[in-house]
């Protein structure tokens, strides 16, 4: 999968209260890039605690939940587009379609 909106995880993780969030991120990206899904299914097998949301959308939880992560998918494509990163708390504030 291609990985479009890094810059929104680089923010996150490169900020001093989220430095413990780098590492596992930076597993999660690996794990994205080397995927080629083609389905919601597809994505909860390599994601078992993940969140499909509806068609495109799916909610990631990173190191033990402690971080999520909201992406659309787009499987023709291979393409995943981040949304939004953050904390479980931020996850709260978070508008998204269901």
């Known amino acids: 999968m291609k990985i479009h909106n ?13 430095h413990t969030a780098k590492k596992p991120v930076e597993i999660w990206v690996s794990k994205l890039r080397s995927a080629n899904w083609e389905k919601p299914d597809d994505v909860l097998i390599d994601f078992p605690r993940g969140s499909s949301l509806g068609q495109n959308g799916f909610i990631f939880r990173v190191g033990g939940n402690k971080w999520r992560i909201l992406v659309k998918i787009d499987y023709v494509r291979q393409i995943v587009l981040i949304k939004e990163i953050g904390t479980h708390a931020d996850y709260d504030d978070w508008e998204f379609e269901k």
Do not use: A, H
């Open 6 to 18: 890094l810059g929104k995880i680089n923010s996150f993780i490169d900020k001093k209260k989220n």
